[in-house]
Nanobody
Framework: QVHIVESGGGLVQAGGSLRLSCEVS????????VGWYRQAPEKQRELVAT???????KYVDSMKARFTISRDNAKNTVYLQMNSLKPEDTAVYYC?????WGQGTQVTVSS
């Protein structure tokens, strides 16, 4: 059984930073690609970034300069460092591994 818990969201002013955490239980973490996604109100869920078990990261081009994905295999945790946040980054951020999703964490960026 895989269980995913995201944390670290909150309210931040434009230009600020947040670090999201995604803790994954279950053996799939060490071999799996983990992805961060987000869903803004009335919009489809979209990919933000992914990271392989060896730490190879990929980003959506529009977020590459401001977001950094990383993982700590010893802690079964993937992080998303978000800098220079903009109001349009406001969304629920979700973590995914294989077909498993977390419950999401809300990020709100005020202007």
């Amino acid at each position: 059984q895989v269980h995913i818990v995201e944390s670290g969201g909150g309210l931040v002013q434009a230009g600020g930073s947040l670090r999201l955490s995604c803790e994954v239980s279950g053996s799939t973490f060490r071999i799996g690609v983990v992805g961060w996604y987000r869903q803004a109100p009335e919009k489809q869920r979209e990919l933000v970034a992914t990271i392989t078990s060896s730490g190879s990261a990929k980003y959506v081009d529009s977020m590459k300069a401001r977001f950094t994905i990383s993982r700590d295999n010893a802690k079964n945790t993937v992080y998303l460092q978000m800098n220079s946040l903009k109001p349009e980054d406001t969304a629920v951020y979700y973590c995914r591994i294989a077909n498993y999703w977390g419950q999401g964490t809300q990020v709100t960026v005020s202007s």
